[in-house]
């Protein structure tokens, strides 16, 4: 029962399927309170209530570095957002949404990697992950969650089981 349990909860953890439907040609939008940008390296440095926006993913953090590498063509940019905590949502096609926070969070545009370290916590459907770092993998539908190296401590998952109320109703329909 224990191995069901946990099994169905890692499983539903794992089903972040609409993530692959926002495609990587969609524009960055990018707004805060100050903005520079360093030119010869390719660099923007953002403070100060920093929202950003791609598709249906949205990151809210103190401060935000976004890194453009000519090299990997078009959508090539790396976002490193850090805030006490730095913020990611996303609102799946079922409605339900997942969340993460830390101290950092990464988002790789062109491989549609995120990557959270620091406190990491990831959420969704009441199912929740604490680790040193998380790295997902939106096109794999990858979690990967491990402590640090210098850490003792470990990392824990909680599941909540699917009410059956809440699936009939979902099966029939209803809210």
Same mark, same amino acid.
């Given at each position: =029962?224990?191995?069901?349990?946990?099994?169905?909860?890692?499983?539903?953890?794992?089903?972040?399927?609409?993530? /692959?439907?926002?495609?990587?040609?969609?524009?960055?939008?990018?707004?805060?309170?100050?903005? %520079?940008?360093?030119?010869?390296?390719?660099?923007?440095?953002?403070?100060?209530?920093?929202?950003?926006?791609?598709?249906?993913?949205?990151?809210?953090?103190?401060?935000?570095?976004?890194?453009?590498? !000519?090299?990997?063509?078009?959508?090539?940019?790396?976002?490193?957002?850090?805030?006490?905590?730095?913020?990611?949502? !996303?609102? %799946?096609?079922?409605?339900?949404?997942?969340?993460?926070?830390?101290?950092?969070?990464?988002?790789?545009? /062109?491989?549609?990697?995120?990557?959270?370290?620091?406190?990491?916590?990831? =959420? %969704?459907?009441?199912?929740?992950?604490?680790?040193?770092?998380?790295?997902?993998? =939106?096109?794999?539908?990858?979690?990967?969650?491990?402590?640090?190296?210098?850490?003792?401590?470990?990392?824990?998952?909680?599941?909540?089981?699917?009410?059956?109320?809440?699936?009939?109703?979902?099966?029939?329909?209803?809210?």
């Amino acid at each position: =029962m224990t191995n069901k349990l946990l099994i169905s909860g890692v499983a539903l953890l794992l089903s972040y399927a609409a993530i /692959a439907n926002t495609t990587t040609t969609e524009p960055v939008f990018i707004a805060s309170g100050k903005q %520079q940008a360093q030119l010869k390296s390719n660099i923007g440095i953002f403070e100060e209530n920093v929202e950003i926006v791609h598709g249906s993913r949205k990151i809210s953090a103190d401060r935000l570095e976004v890194h453009r590498r !000519e090299e990997l063509g078009e959508n090539s940019e790396l976002l490193v957002a850090t805030g006490n905590p730095a913020r990611f949502q !996303e609102q %799946q096609s079922d409605g339900s949404v997942i969340s993460a926070s830390a101290q950092e969070v990464r988002y790789d545009v /062109a491989n549609r990697t995120l990557t959270i370290s620091g406190n990491a916590e990831i =959420m %969704q459907a009441g199912q929740k992950i604490n680790a040193d770092v998380i790295v997902y993998d =939106m096109a794999k539908q990858l979690i990967n969650a491990e402590r640090s190296s210098n850490s003792k401590g470990q990392v824990k998952t909680i599941l909540v089981p699917e009410q059956k109320d809440k699936k009939q109703n979902k099966e029939q329909g209803k809210p």
